[in-house]
T-cell receptor
């Protein structure tokens, strides 16, 4: 059973702090990983993807991938109240569909 | 592009009734996915299509669920008869490729309530 595991949270951080969201996956065949943000009552929105070991930065967001440890993370620097949402991690192989984690709820307090 | 379009946005129906959810994928996307989201189980893949052909329906919970894609711009998910445990948000998503680095684009979802 291919699985993606996330801590459900809620993760609470003060405004301006770094939020760290983590994800582990079971399928070693997974090649690409995605982070989606989902606001309450809305649909998931893609914010980052990563497929190489190491870090990938996009503005305040940094995705990190460690294939040896089967670990993916998302760092949000200078967290804002508008970042409060559920963050979904998803992994997929070149031949398979995306498998989603259940998401981590992030709350950024002003 | 208008994105993935789903209808209706909300559906309230009585147990035993037939429910039909509709989806229009992004033009040019070869893959279409139907997901169900609940608090307990998160996002679950129900079925996906490639070029209008169903590829994997192993996530369809029961024979009460069926999905069709008669052409590249339209898909339906039907539940007959509906039950209260089917209450969830149903998302349609589309993608250029199944392993695409662009990920999936989701529609706004249909919130289904079966009473």
């Amino acid at each position: 059973q291919k699985e993606v595991e996330q801590n459900s949270g809620p993760l609470s951080v003060p405004e301006g702090a770094i939020a760290s969201l983590n994800c582990t996956y079971s399928d070693r065949g997974s090649q690409s990983f995605f982070w989606y943000r989902q606001y309450s009552g809305k649909s998931p929105e893609l914010i980052m993807f990563i497929y190489s070991n190491g870090d990938k930065e996009d503005g305040r967001f940094t995705a990190q991938l460690n294939k040896a440890s089967q670990y993916v993370s998302l760092l949000i620097r200078d967290s804002q109240p508008s970042d409060s949402a559920t963050y979904l991690c998803a992994g997929g192989g070149s031949q398979g569909n995306l498998i989603f984690g259940k998401g981590t709820k992030l709350s950024v307090k002003p | 592009d208008a994105g993935v379009i789903q209808s209706p946005r909300h559906e309230v129906t009585e147990m035993g009734q037939e429910v039909t959810l509709r989806c229009k994928p992004i033009s040019g996307h070869d893959y279409l996915f139907w997901y169900r989201q609940t608090m307990m189980r998160g996002l679950e893949l129900l079925i996906y299509f490639n070029n209008n052909v169903p590829i994997d329906d192993s996530g369809m919970p029961e024979d009460r669920f069926s999905a069709k894609m008669p052409n590249a711009s339209f898909s339906t998910l039907k539940i007959q008869p509906s039950e209260p445990r089917d209450s969830a948000v149903y998302f349609c998503a589309s993608s250029l490729h199944i392993g695409s680095y662009s990920g999936y684009t989701f529609g706004s979802g249909t919130r289904l309530t079966v009473v």
